[in-house]
Structures are given as C-alpha cells and as structure tokens.
C-alpha cells in the first residue's frame, strides 16, 4: 500500500527529475500541491492532473523525414 502522500522526492523520481525542479514549480504555480507545514506534498489527484497537464505527445511523424542531417559537414 501507497503512502497518502507524495514527497517532491518520489514526484520527481517519476518525472526523472531532482526535488529542486519539483519545488521551483510549485512554487511557480505549475504543479497543485499542498502544504503541510513547510512541508510539500501531492496526492494521486495532483500527479494524475499534473501527468495530464505536462505530457508530450509523440509527434506523428519525424521533423526530418530521412532520418539524418541532410547539411553535409564543411
């Protein structure tokens, strides 16, 4: 069983980030969150919100069609 709670620790982790990056955007206003003390936290609600919010779509098909640098080196 889950804790209630994340830590701006274990957020990061999922988002393969450090709590630096997760604490500047809470403090931003990017991600919801709340606060206990001085402590940060998010529920299940906050990642699902915060996932839906911040995923990159695959693009559809590729910006260079060939795969390769098409400038040769001078």
Request: charged share 25%; net charge positive.
């Amino acid at each position: 069983m889950s804790a209630p709670y994340l830590t701006p620790e274990e957020l990061g982790e999922r988002f393969g980030k450090n709590r630096q990056w997760v604490t500047r955007r809470c403090a931003a206003g990017h991600f919801p969150h709340i606060k206990i003390g001085n402590l940060i936290r998010f529920t299940e609600d906050h990642v699902a919100q915060i996932e839906a919010k911040h995923t990159v779509a695959p693009a559809e098909k590729p910006a260079n069609p060939y795969g390769r640098k098409t400038r040769s080196k001078s």
